[in-house]
Nanobody, 127 residues
Framework: QVQLVESGGGLVQAGGSLMLSCAAS????????MAWFRQAPGKGREFVACIARGGVNRLYGDAAKGRFTVSRYNAKNAMYLPMNSLETESPAVYYC????????????????????WGQGTQVTVSS
């Protein structure tokens, strides 16, 4: 069972930046497709970005809006999401997700495609 721990969230002013990190343990990290989702109060989980096992294939959701770049460092069992030009919007919890199904190039955008989740890290952007 993979353990996922997110970090890097916080309160930032509009236009600012944050770097989210996801640390994985308990498994071979490179066996997992990884993703970021976010969830605002009262809403479902929204796809942000995902990255295939090998780090080549990546997909982004509308939430990323061309401002975020997902990456992973398999040797350190970690995934990153630098977030730039943050906009004022509802606070959200950003979740790290992992799934072992698929192959080296698999990318998945639906929450149901991921079997493992972290506890999340809160991101709040103020005006």
């Amino acid at each position: 069972q993979v353990q996922l721990v997110e970090s890097g969230g916080g309160l930032v002013q509009a236009g600012g930046s944050l770097m989210l990190s996801c640390a994985a343990s308990g498994v071979t990290f490179s066996d997992y497709t990884m993703a970021w989702f976010r969830q605002a109060p009262g809403k479902g989980r929204e796809f942000v970005a995902c990255i295939a096992r090998g780090g080549v294939n990546r997909l982004y959701g509308d939430a990323a809006k061309g401002r975020f770049t997902v990456s992973r460092y398999n040797a350190k069992n970690a995934m990153y999401l630098p977030m730039n030009s943050l906009e004022t919007e509802s606070p959200a919890v950003y979740y790290c997700a992992a799934d072992a199904r698929g192959n080296l190039w698999s990318v998945k955008t639906h929450p149901n495609d991921y079997a493992n989740w972290g506890q999340g890290t809160q991101v709040t952007v103020s005006s």
